[in-house]
């Protein structure tokens, strides 16, 4: 059974950085792509950043964090991270790790991930 398990979540003022982890556990060969998703009260929960989990490791980015959130894994393969730069007050929402066994990574779609974290909030004040 897949668990994640997301930290490093807090409160922020605009301009600031925070990074999150995913601990990960059970992952398979069918998990392909991982992600981050991020839902703010009375929207769509989104996908902001995915990796492929194979050996190219490729990167898909939402427009809006293009630049600023970067997400990187370990060499153990067993957590991945969200570096989070030039946070903005729109940045502000409930952030999710999720595991996925979709073939396009690059779709960021919700619908694509199986497996979910508990989510740790992000707070980003003006």
């Known amino acids: 059974q897949v668990h994640l398990v997301e930290s490093g979540g807090g409160s922020v003022q605009a301009g600031g950085s925070l990074t999150l982890s995913c601990a990960a556990s059970?992952?398979?060969?069918?998990?392909?792509?991982m992600g981050w998703f991020r839902q703010a009260p009375g929207k769509e929960r989104e996908g902001v950043a995915v990796?492929?989990?194979?050996?190219?490791?490729?990167?898909y980015y939402a427009d809006s964090v293009k630049g600023r959130y970067t997400i990187s894994q370990d060499n153990a393969k067993t957590t991945w991270y969200l570096q989070m730069n030039s946070l903005k007050p729109e940045d502000t929402a409930m952030y999710y790790c999720?595991?996925?066994?979709?073939?396009?990574?690059?779709?960021?779609?919700?619908?694509?991930?199986?497996?979910w974290g508990q989510g740790t909030q992000v707070t980003v004040s003006s």
């Open positions: 990796m492929s989990t194979g050996r190219r490791g490729s990167t």
């Open positions: 999720a595991a996925g066994s979709d073939w396009d990574c690059s779709k960021m779609a919700p619908v694509g991930y199986g497996f």
């Open positions: 059970g992952l398979t060969y069918s998990t392909r792509c």
